[in-house]
């Protein structure tokens, strides 16, 4: 039994609201790296039950792919709380996937909110981010 979730269109969006924590590996059956990483991804899926890792099939769900600017695949994203706090191409290894869902877990996400709106902030008033002079 797979410990991963097909994401689609449909049932995207509620995923990720329902989830505090969500992994999306984005992907395509063609693509050989994309072979690679599954079952280290799915093993992962089985060390981490209280976390939901979800898989999008870049062919099914371009609309998915294209809304995230997915370049390259395999790529892998984590959602927490909503926000997205990791995108990566490439295939990782299984002790750098198990590094990254930590960090990922180790966030303070009352400070990633915080530095998001700043950013957001600075945008609106056009600072594009580059110091003030």
Do not use: H
């Not at 991804?41 to 939901?52: C, G, M, T």
């Amino acid at each position: 039994m797979s410990s991963t979730v097909e994401l689609t269109k449909e049932n995207f969006d509620q995923t990720v609201t329902d989830n505090d924590f969500v992994l999306i590996d984005f992907w395509a059956e063609w693509c050989g790296p994309c072979r690679q990483f599954a079952p280290v991804y799915e093993k992962a899926a089985q060390a981490n039950p209280d976390l939901v890792f979800g898989k999008v099939d870049t062919e099914a769900q371009p609309e998915l792919a294209a809304a995230f600017g997915i370049q390259s695949i395999p790529t892998l994203m984590i959602v927490r709380d909503q926000v997205a706090v990791f995108a990566q191409p490439g295939a990782l290894p299984e002790a750098a996937l198990a590094d990254v869902i930590g960090q990922a877990r180790a966030l303070d996400m009352d400070e990633v909110r915080k530095a998001v709106a700043e950013q957001q902030a600075k945008a609106a008033q056009g600072g594009g981010g580059q110091a003030d002079r």
